[in-house]
C-alpha cells in the first residue's frame, strides 16, 4: 500500500473534482455475467479497474487519465468538473505538449486548450464546430509510444467520418508538437487574452452605470428585479417541478428537451428508485438537443436501438435489467425510451431466445417519442 497515495486522499478529500467516481447501479457487469461488456477492464492503461460479481474498484495505480470516462456507454465513471460552459478553442494540445511552452512567457496549465489527449473532446461538439466550418488543429506529441494511443486513434478514426461526413476533410489538422510554431501561438494567445481583458474591463464600468440607474429607479418607488424575493420564487417553481418530474420523465421524447433544462437535475435516469445518474442526462440531452436542430446528423452519431421480434417469451429479463430504464414492460407491452437507451446492447447479450437485435437510428424519428416494441398477446 502505497502511504503517500493514501496521505494525498485524505489531503485531498474535499476537493475530489479530478478524482475518478463511481456510479455502480449502471454497469452492466454488474447486473449480469451474460454481459458482453469488458471495454473499460480491457482498455485502461493503467490496469486499475477491477469488476466483481458485487462491486467495481479503481486500485490506487490509476492515473486520472479519465480514458474510462469516454468508453463506458452508461457513464458508470464520472468527475466533478466545472459545469460552466467553456468556449471552444481553434487550437487544443496534448498533455505532454506542456513542456514545449516552458520557453515562452505563456502558462499551459489552466487553461482550456491543453487536454490530456484529443479523445477528451466529445464528438458532437467536434460536429456541432466542423459543420460551423470552425477550424479545429490538434497539436499531438510522440502518439505512436503514448500508451494512450488507442484513445488517440479511435478518436482521430472517429473526427476523419465526421469531416467525410461534412466533406469538410481539411477543415481539422493533426500536427506534431516538433513541427508547430509555439512561438507565434504564444504571441497571438498573450495578444487575445490582453483584448479580452480590455473588453472585460470597458463591460464594467458599463454594469455599474446600469447598476446605479436600477438603484435610483427602485428609491422612486419603481419595482425592479433586484426587489422580488428570488428565493421565495424559486421555492415555489422547484417545488412544482420536483411534484411532477417523474411524470415527466414518463414522457421524455426530443421535442421535450428545451424543457429538460429545467427538469434534468429531477428525472431519474432508469427506475424511479435509482440514483440520477447526471453524467447520462447532460449527455443525452446535449446530443439529442444537437440532433432536434440538426435531424440530417442522426446517422453520424451511430444510435443503435433495441427490436424486439416475436421470439420474445415476456420472460422479463431485458427490462429488468436494463441500467438506464429504457426498456419498460407495461400496459402489456415492452416499449423504448430512445432518450434513455444508451445502445449498451445489454438487452441483447442476456436474451436467450435471440429474440432482441439492434438497429441503426437513421433519422428523427427513429429517436423521437416512446416506441412500442411488441405486445404480449398471449397475456400470460
Not at 94 to 119: D, R, V
Amino acid at each position: 500500500m502505497n502511504i503517500l497515495n493514501l496521505l494525498d486522499k485524505f489531503l485531498n478529500a474535499n476537493e475530489n473534482d479530478g478524482q475518478i467516481l463511481i456510479n455502480p447501479d449502471f454497469c452492466v457487469r454488474l447486473k449480469t455475467h451474460m454481459s458482453g461488456c469488458y471495454e473499460c477492464i480491457e482498455r485502461c492503461p493503467d490496469l486499475s479497474i477491477k469488476i466483481t460479481d458485487s462491486e467495481i474498484n479503481i486500485l490506487e495505480n490509476c492515473s486520472n487519465c479519465n480514458a474510462c470516462l469516454y468508453l463506458c456507454p452508461n457513464s458508470v465513471f464520472y468527475v466533478k468538473k466545472d459545469k460552466t460552459d467553456k468556449n471552444l478553442e481553434n487550437f487544443y494540445f496534448c498533455g505532454k505538449t506542456e513542456k514545449y511552452f516552458k520557453n515562452f512567457k505563456i502558462s499551459a496549465t489552466g487553461t482550456n486548450y491543453l487536454i490530456k489527449c484529443i479523445y477528451e473532446l466529445e464528438d458532437v461538439d467536434i460536429i456541432s464546430s466542423l459543420k460551423n466550418r470552425f477550424d479545429i488543429t490538434f497539436v499531438s506529441s510522440d502518439c505512436k509510444s503514448c500508451r494512450l494511443k488507442y484513445f488517440h486513434n479511435k478518436k482521430i478514426k472517429r473526427v476523419n467520418e465526421i469531416t467525410k461526413f461534412l466533406n469538410e476533410e481539411n477543415i481539422f489538422k493533426e500536427i506534431n508538437a516538433e513541427d508547430f510554431n509555439f512561438k507565434e501561438f504564444a504571441e497571438e494567445h498573450s495578444k487575445k487574452k490582453k483584448d479580452v481583458y480590455n473588453f472585460k474591463t470597458a463591460d464594467d464600468k458599463a454594469g455599474n452605470k446600469n447598476t446605479d440607474k436600477e438603484n435610483i429607479e427602485s428609491e422612486g418607488g419603481v419595482k425592479t428585479t433586484e426587489t422580488l424575493d428570488r428565493r421565495e420564487f424559486f421555492k415555489n417553481s422547484f417545488k412544482s417541478l420536483k411534484d411532477n418530474a417523474k411524470k415527466l420523465a414518463e414522457n421524455v421524447s426530443i421535442e421535450d428537451l428545451p424543457l429538460s433544462e429545467l427538469y434534468s437535475q429531477f428525472i431519474p435516469a432508469g427506475k424511479n428508485d435509482k440514483n440520477i445518474n447526471y453524467s447520462l442526462l447532460n449527455r443525452q440531452k446535449k446530443i439529442y438537443k444537437f440532433l432536434k436542430e440538426n435531424k440530417e446528423f442522426v446517422p453520424l452519431f451511430n444510435i443503435r436501438l433495441p427490436k424486439i421480434n416475436e421470439n420474445c417469451v415476456f420472460c422479463s429479463n431485458c427490462w429488468e435489467m436494463c441500467p438506464t430504464g429504457a426498456l419498460i414492460f407495461k400496459e402489456n407491452k415492452i416499449s423504448l425510451e430512445p432518450f434513455f437507451c444508451t445502445s449498451c446492447g445489454l438487452c441483447k447479450d442476456i436474451c436467450s431466445f435471440g429474440a432482441v437485435r439492434m438497429y441503426k437510428a437513421l433519422s428523427l424519428k427513429d429517436i423521437s417519442g416512446k416506441k412500442s416494441l411488441l405486445i404480449n398477446k398471449n397475456n400470460f
